[in-house]
């Protein structure tokens, strides 16, 4: 069963750093585009990063200079360390697998979605 689960969320005070998984089963991630996605409440969804096989990256320019992302081929894990983190930054954190020569990837290539992790930014 292909699935992406996503780990690490949760409460962190402004300024303050929280480290995203995103682990793949049934399918072998160095083979796609991953991609971090997240969607705030009234608010549509929007690419954060994203790594190719090659570790080719991408950032939004909101998030560029304080996330990284990084992928462990041999656990099948894809990472993102989000520092000096932002009330704005609050949101559900999706990750999502694409087999794509593009980075990023067009959205409708993205084929399996994890079920998201909360990330709260408050003091």
């Known amino acids: 069963q292909v699935q992406l689960v996503e780990s690490g969320g949760g409460l962190v005070q402004p300024g303050g750093s929280l480290g995203l998984s995103c682990a793949a089963s049934?399918?072998?991630?160095?083979?796609?585009?991953i991609g971090w996605f997240r969607q705030a409440p009234g608010k549509e969804r929007e690419g954060v990063s994203c790594?190719?096989?090659?570790?080719?990256?991408h950032y939004a320019d909101s998030v560029k200079g304080r996330f990284t992302i990084s992928r462990d081929n041999s656990k099948n894990t894809v990472y993102l360390q989000m520092n000096s983190l932002k009330p704005e930054d609050t949101a559900v954190y999706y990750c999502?697998?694409?087999?794509?020569?593009?980075?990023?990837?067009?959205?409708?290539?993205?084929?399996?979605w994890g079920q998201g992790t909360q990330v709260t930014v408050s003091s």
């Open positions: 049934g399918f072998t991630l160095d083979d796609y585009v």
């Open positions: 790594i190719s096989s090659t570790d080719s990256t």
């Open positions: 999502a697998a694409a087999k794509s020569n593009l980075v990023p990837p067009l959205l409708y290539e993205y084929d399996y």
